[in-house]
């Protein structure tokens, strides 16, 4: 990575399964070598593991199991190898945060993301000027949060929990819907930093079971479905 020598590399293995990389409590793992190995691993812990300064295309295979806390990541290769899935295993969110504070990280369509029954991930932009693009589907039964920034969706998704989108322009392709569960929509504003919320449907019909609007802050902000 950037800090360290570019040959640096970490390989992880277990016995069987898959190896933790635990983050406890508000601690944060700055992750500068490659990551190497054939089983992925778990991020565990509420804390913060962090690729935000590294340059590798990281070179494990396997799946990303999400685990808890918060994965930084500033290019796809930060995920290793493209046809690595991401599964979501408990309450987690994945920041997006490229190496020069804005721009784009794309998510191939071979990156299939699921999401277990009963928890929420989030995938959020460090700011306003960031922006992810998720090729591949989300599937699964749990929910989706979208934070901040401008969040395209493309895959052709069937998750069926509920869906909130904070404070971010979200646009979808036109075979890449929302969940027709719950949908919350949350902008917050600011006396210096006002927000909203667009949605672009790509074309395409969505239905929801609800819809929610939810505006924070004491500025005037905009949703916009």
Do not use: E
Not at 15 to 39: E, F, H, K, M, R
Not at 45 to 72: A, E, K, M
Not at 109 to 131: D, E, H, K, M, V
Not at 200 to 213: A, H, N, P, R
């Amino acid at each position: 990575g950037s800090n360290g020598v570019t040959n640096d590399v970490i390989t992880l293995a277990t016995a069987s399964g898959s190896p933790a990389v635990n983050v406890a409590g508000s601690s944060q793992l700055y992750w500068y070598t490659d990551l190497a190995g054939t089983q992925g691993y778990t991020k565990t812990g509420s804390g913060v593991l962090i690729f935000r300064y590294n340059t590798d295309n990281l070179t494990y295979t396997g799946t990303t199991n999400l685990g808890g806390g918060t994965v930084q990541i500033n290019q796809d290769g930060s995920l290793g190898n493209v046809n690595n899935p991401i599964l979501v295993s408990a309450n987690s969110t994945l920041q997006s945060i490229s190496g020069n504070q804005q721009g784009a990280i794309t998510l191939p369509a071979t990156r299939t993301i699921t999401i277990n029954s009963g928890i929420t991930f989030t995938l959020q932009n460090s700011g306003t000027a960031n922006s992810t693009v998720v090729n591949g589907p989300i599937t699964g039964a749990g929910n989706l949060t979208l934070n901040t920034g401008t969040i395209s969706l493309n895959g052709a998704n069937t998750y069926a929990g509920t869906t909130t989108i904070r404070s971010a322009t979200v646009t979808l392709g036109p075979s890449s819907p929302l969940s027709s569960a719950a949908l919350t929509l949350t902008s917050a504003g600011a006396a210096a930093n006002q927000l909203s919320t667009v949605v672009d449907l790509g074309g395409q019909s969505q239905s929801v079971s609800s819809l929610s609007l939810t505006i924070g802050g004491s500025n005037q902000v905009t949703n916009t479905f």
